[in-house]
């Protein structure tokens, strides 16, 4: 009997211990632990951090440190940590804080319409870990330039607008092999054979592509744009596009804020190489991150004879075309009294 009523003993002792630690666990790994009133938040741990670094990342979020660090020791955080962007959802438990934080989550980095090259470095490293600095080394270096046929003026070229998936963490080598074999997806042999025919390498594809898309944002009136620039370069004639006179404008008083609405006679003198009334041929790089529809206006241009278009005051946001320079100036007349009806001063 005095065995029995010891065994009882024993076993209850053992389920209360049992009880208490199962009670002290639950509290310290499954219970909530944010403080944040949102539904969920994203946190962002550089390269090579500690963890005393992601305390402090952790530190607006989360109620009691002191749990999170215990089952970051029970699960072997704390000599592990993982660089990258982690999702945390509102109540999580410390337990679950820290599985988040093993599971690094993609972006999707987007870029388009960058005037300039550094202007797209800010907008990339606006998005994921490597700054403009990095970028810049990694993307304007000489061997890099060499090896993919281009230069500082036309290294935009190297950069397809598109949305990507990479990790927040990529470095700088990942992000430039990933760009690089989406360059050459992107030049396949069809537009590549497209380019060879119009004589034109793929960076002034894409040269000549910003300046179309730039001229008109109406996609369905780009390959008659494209057309037109590729007679008068087939001609030998200057482009005469109003769009690189503004960036010529920009560039030379470094005033990429400058708002032109109108070109004026003055500024066509604008010593540039990016002025293309005062030279031939294409200038040295793009004046813009084209579409890709105005890259593949230029590779599928409408076969016409025209060499000369003016903005239409009667089909707003496209342009007449005309084939001879007397019937041009009728339609530029036409347009420059309209422009003087709305006071355009610059």
Same mark, same amino acid.
């Given at each position: 009997?005095?065995?029995?009523? #010891?065994?009882?003993?024993?076993?209850?002792?053992?389920?209360?211990?049992?009880?208490?630690?199962?009670?002290?666990?639950?509290?310290?790994?499954?219970?909530?632990?944010?403080?944040?009133?949102?539904?969920?938040?994203?946190?962002?741990?550089?390269?090579d951090s500690k963890y005393e670094d992601i305390k402090k990342i952790l530190a607006p979020y989360i109620e009691n440190q002191s749990k999170i660090d215990w089952v970051a020791s029970k699960r072997d955080y704390n000599s592990n940590v993982k660089a990258g962007k982690f999702l945390l959802k509102k109540g999580m438990s410390s337990f679950s804080i820290v599985r988040a934080l093993r599971l690094n989550i993609p972006v999707k980095l987007a870029f388009n319409n960058q005037e300039k090259v550094q202007d797209?470095?800010?907008r990339i490293a606006s998005q994921i870990e490597p700054d403009t600095t990095k970028l810049?080394?990694?993307?304007?270096? @000489?061997?890099?330039?060499?090896?993919?046929?281009?230069?500082?003026?036309?290294?935009?070229?190297?950069f397809i607008p598109n949305s990507y998936e990479f990790y927040w963490n990529t470095s700088p080598e990942e992000l430039s092999e990933k760009l690089t074999k989406e360059y050459k997806r992107f030049w396949n042999d069809g537009r590549l054979a497209k380019a060879k025919a119009l004589n034109l390498s793929p960076a002034q594809v894409y040269t000549l592509a910003s300046i179309v898309h730039k001229e008109t944002a109406k996609a369905d009136e780009r390959p008659k744009v494209a057309g037109v620039y590729l007679?008068?370069?087939?001609?030998?004639?200057?482009?005469?596009?109003?769009?690189?006179?503004?960036?010529? #404008?920009?560039?030379?008083?470094? @005033?990429?804020?400058?708002?032109?609405?109108?070109v004026m006679h003055n500024d066509l003198i604008v010593n540039s190489p990016y002025n293309t009334y005062k030279n031939e041929g294409l200038p040295p790089g793009p004046i813009f991150m084209p579409d890709v529809s105005a890259i593949d206006a230029v590779l599928n241009p409408e076969k016409h004879n025209y060499l000369y278009f003016c903005a239409s005051v009667e089909r707003?946001?496209?342009?007449?075309?005309?084939?001879?320079?007397?019937?041009?100036?009728?339609?530029?007349?036409?347009?420059?009294?309209?422009?003087?009806?709305?006071?355009?001063?610059r």
């Open positions: 009997m005095e065995a029995k009523k #010891l065994f009882i003993r024993i076993i209850s002792i053992g389920a209360a211990i049992i009880i208490i630690s199962g009670g002290y666990i639950i509290n310290k790994a499954f219970t909530g632990n944010t403080k944040f009133e949102v539904e969920e938040v994203y946190v962002y741990v550089p390269t797209l470095f800010v810049n080394e990694i993307f304007t270096n @000489d061997t890099f330039l060499k090896e993919n046929g281009l230069n500082k003026d036309n290294i935009m070229s190297f007679n008068r370069l087939n001609k030998n004639m200057p482009l005469q596009a109003d769009p690189t006179v503004i960036f010529a #404008l920009k560039q030379k008083s470094n @005033d990429w804020n400058l708002v032109v609405k109108r707003f946001g496209y342009h007449e075309f005309a084939t001879d320079f007397s019937a041009h100036l009728k339609v530029a007349a036409k347009y420059a009294e309209w422009v003087k009806k709305q006071n355009y001063k």
